[in-house]
């Protein structure tokens, strides 16, 4: 009577399944695809969105997560172990461990820049993440932070029907679209606005100079100053005393086509040249020969900012956020704030990438660039920095410096262009809290290549001396 083999347990058959060859040919392919997926997003657009997209995706993490599974079932289908195992057992483990200590990074380290210019001292990293924040103030002195929280407007952008909103007395602060990629348009225009301040472009000119600019005030209340070196020009709403020792044109809107005018001159103190000027009427300033020409005046002005979509980056867009408030709308490109006025108080509404704090300052003592002879193109760069304890520390682009856990790692540099001279820095800053979880998957995933090499060259050794002895 022949004997019954006994049914392999439910846990059994899963296992088999999860260590099957067929399941890691679709985990190679589902990788593979992934990978050429991000690659050719990266190409379209940037890093940013191949990681945002691809390699940081819930795709990307489920496919690994497969990963990690199957190579713990094949583990787990091989029990009990034997001493051949070895090798084979640590490879996995190995694999494994590396792909825990990338998810640590992943989620608990920095990886961000820093920018520093000569002689001044930097300590703030900033990280790829945003966040969106709304300041409150009362008397537009002392601010108070109403609302702080992090978005990701790439991957989860809002929309009419789903804004961000924002509670504040009385009101709310909406964000009701997203560009990712935006060109900025910006002009001055009228407003309705009661809170809206004038603006006034204007033209100065002498045989040696011809500038045009617009001198904006944001609310009727608040003065506002033009610096043009040698002179300034303020469009006030009241008396303005700051004019001692210095040539200062000031404006003060009258009526709604009228401006009056008083010119202070540095060489005259106390001597003042008033009148009133309407749009296409000039100022006599008495400096040099300069005349100030009014060309446009507008008592209630806005600066309008918009933006036009871009399908893809280039090195003049920038991602934008659309704000709604009061029946207002306006936008707020990355890295930038606005400010929205009401009867009773002032909010300042930022839109920016996350600053965070090395806990040491790192201050740029020399940039030295090398270029290509004949070119302006730069062949090398390197910084010479100090931080507490180290000083004149050289970082170049294969020479980091390893400090307080921090890697800074030299990436780039900003130019004057005008000049074409270096006048920042620009370091690479990473901490990295999973790299000898990673070392350690990745020692394992050696000592496991080589032990298993080494195995089947003692098994071939031991076989062809069998043979040997079979053959005597």
């Known amino acids: 009577m022949s004997s019954l083999k006994p049914k392999p347990s439910i846990f059994r058959l899963i296992v088999k399944k999860l260590a099957s060859i067929e399941l890691a040919v679709i985990i190679i392919l589902l990788l593979g695809g992934l990978t050429a997926w991000g690659t050719f997003v990266e190409a379209e657009l940037n890093a940013q969105a191949a990681g945002k997209l691809v390699y940081h995706s819930i795709w990307m993490y489920g496919v690994i997560a497969l990963l990690c599974i199957s190579l713990t079932a094949v583990m787990i289908d091989r029990w009990p172990w034997q001493q051949k195992h070895t090798g084979f057992i640590l490879a996995h483990i190995g694999i494994i461990i590396l792909m825990v200590g990338s998810l640590i990074t992943r989620i608990w380290g920095i990886d961000g820049s820093i920018v520093l210019e000569y002689d001044r001292a930097g300590r703030h990293v900033t990280a790829p993440e945003t966040d969106f924040t709304v300041y409150a103030s009362l008397d537009g002195g002392s601010y108070r932070k109403l609302f702080d929280q992090e978005v990701d407007f790439f991957l989860k952008p809002p929309t009419a029907e789903k804004p ?99 010119v202070h001159t540095a060489r005259t103190p106390g001597k003042v040249k008033k009148g009133t000027v309407q749009a296409g009427g000039m100022v006599e300033t008495g400096w040099m020969g300069l005349v100030l020409r009014v060309l446009k005046y507008m008592p209630v002005a806005e600066n309008k900012v918009n933006f036009i979509k871009n399908p893809r980056p280039t090195e003049l867009t920038n991602a934008a956020a659309k704000v709604e408030f009061n029946g207002k709308e306006q936008w707020l490109q990355l890295n930038s704030m606005v400010k929205l006025f009401t009867n009773e108080a002032v909010y300042i509404v930022s839109y920016s990438n996350r600053r965070l704090d090395l806990g040491f300052d790192v201050q740029l003592k020399k940039f030295n660039i090398g270029r290509y002879p004949g070119t302006l193109r730069a062949a090398s760069y390197e910084s010479v920095v ?23 790692y030299q990436a780039s540099f900003q130019e004057d262009p005008q000049t074409g001279k270096p006048i920042a820095s620009i370091l690479s800053v990473n901490w990295d809290p999973g790299r000898w979880i990673k070392y350690l998957g990745s020692l394992l995933i050696v000592a496991g290549t080589i032990h298993l090499f080494w195995f089947k060259r003692r098994a071939a050794r031991a076989a062809a001396s069998r043979n040997e002895v079979n053959a005597a």
């Open 164 to 262: 961000l909103a924002i509670e504040i007395p009385g009101s709310q602060i909406k964000v009701t679209e997203y560009y990712p990629y935006a060109f900025r348009d910006e002009k001055i225009v009228e407003s309705k606005d009661e809170n809206a301040g004038a603006a006034v472009r204007f033209q100065l000119q002498n045989d040696r100079v011809n500038m045009t600019d617009w001198i904006h005030q944001e609310a009727k209340s608040r003065d506002v100053e033009k610096d043009l070196g040698p002179a300034k020009v303020v469009l006030a709403t009241g008396e303005y005393v700051n004019v001692e020792g210095k040539n200062v044109l000031v404006l003060r809107p009258k009526s709604n086509d009228t401006l009056e005018y008083e």
């Open 386 to 408: 100090s931080v507490p304890g180290l000083d004149n520390h050289v970082i170049s682009m294969n020479e980091p410096l390893k400090y307080n856990g921090y890697t800074l």
